[in-house]
């Protein structure tokens, strides 16, 4: 595990579970966002391996000799998105920290629009899909989670909760005091704050690798 020991303007958190493929140009396509946005030396990207059946942490391991900012933490088993989420934040060191799939199906370019909607004031920047190219069985599950969200969580109505977000420091400090067993990220933001805002992004084809699965046990890192 490679723990980041210094604070930097940004933390990006990956959970990553069957995307050995994908991930290096994952970190390809973040670092030259970052580049062009002037954050290449104060940026870290936190790849959090969910116990991954295939060889996801080993190529995490080699990224993190080829690129500074790269930052490895594998799972003992596999935990679940939320949970994997969760480690990650733990030893996030950003002042915002964005949360993103390891698919590419969210737009690293989006992340610059993020950070500045929470520099404009907000707790929390979620994103809208305009084009979403997700399974019609995981549209429906959204829409049962946006349900229960909105009417036990007190979710503000037409907020989608999407897995791709941006969050002050102040934030992720609250929501890491959780110790339960069965982490619900949004619900535990939901508890922090209502200053959420959204930007509208466009949602892309899955690249590689499979969906990751949600498991109830708690999470740990080893």
């Known amino acids: 595990m490679n723990i980041p020991e210094t604070h930097c303007a940004l933390s990006i958190v990956v959970p990553v579970y069957r995307s050995a493929t994908i991930l290096p140009l994952l970190v390809e396509k973040i670092q030259q966002e970052m580049r062009q946005a002037n954050l290449l030396e104060s940026f870290e990207l936190v790849l959090v391996n969910d116990a991954s059946p295939d060889n996801s942490w080993q190529v995490i391991r080699k990224l993190a000799t080829q690129y500074q900012f790269v930052k490895g933490i594998t799972l003992r088993r596999n935990f679940g998105q939320h949970n994997a989420t969760m480690a990650g934040l733990n030893y996030a060191t950003g002042d915002i920290v964005v949360v993103m799939d390891d698919d590419l199906q969210h737009p690293p370019e989006a992340i610059i629009r993020m950070m500045a909607a929470v520099n404009e004031g907000y707790d929390v920047c979620y994103t809208r899909y305009l084009n979403r ?7 429906l599950g959204s829409k049962f989670n946006d ?3 909105t009417h036990l969580l007190g979710k503000p109505k037409g907020l989608y909760l999407s897995s791709f977000k941006a969050m002050r420091k102040a934030v992720v400090q609250e929501v890491i005091k959780y110790d339960g067993p ?3 990220l949004d619900g535990l933001i939901l508890d922090v704050t209502r200053a959420l805002t959204a930007i509208d992004i466009e949602h892309q084809a899955r690249h590689d690798g499979r969906a990751i699965t949600i498991c109830d046990d708690r999470c740990l890192c080893g």
Not at 133 to 139: G, R, V
């Open 133 to 139: 190219q997700h399974a019609t069985w995981k549209k």
């Open 182 to 184: 069965y982490a619900y």
């Open 147 to 149: 349900w229960v969200a």
